[in-house]
Nanobody
Framework: QVQLVESGGGLVQAGGSLRLSCAAS????????VGWFRQAPGKEREFVAA????????YYSPSAKGRFTISRDNIKNTVSPQMSDLKPEDTAVYYC??????????????????WGQGTQVTVSS
């Protein structure tokens, strides 16, 4: 079992930065990949970024690549995406999720078994 709690969301102007955080507990977190997803009103949940259980391998969606950087601290049990150059289209509820699969990083929401409650990110133009 893994429990996840997101924080760090808020209101930011376009071009600004935010650092989200996902705090985790549970025995299997340190051997789980962690992904971040987002969901805007009226849209499906979409993949943003993921990091493997060691913290070495990362993968980004095309919209996040070059602007977001994901990292993890397995001592503090946290995973944090640093988001920069934010755009109004980044506005969404952001979720972190854990995947116990230790193969290549996965991007499909159904493949992640554990989810946090989400944190709202709003980017004003």
């Amino acid at each position: 079992q893994v429990q996840l709690v997101e924080s760090g969301g808020g209101l930011v102007q376009a071009g600004g930065s935010l650092r989200l955080s996902c705090a985790a507990s549970g025995r299997t977190f340190r051997t789980s990949a962690v992904g971040w997803f987002r969901q805007a009103p009226g849209k499906e949940r979409e993949f943003v970024a993921a990091v493997d259980w060691i913290g070495i391998s990362t993968y980004y969606s095309p919209s996040a690549k070059g602007r977001f950087t994901i990292s993890r601290d397995n001592i503090k049990n946290t995973v944090s995406p640093q988001m920069s150059d934010l755009k109004p289209e980044d506005t969404a509820v952001y979720y972190c999720a854990a995947d116990s699969y230790r193969g290549p990083l996965r991007t499909g929401a159904p493949e992640y078994a554990y989810w946090g409650q989400g944190t709202q990110v709003t980017v004003s133009s």
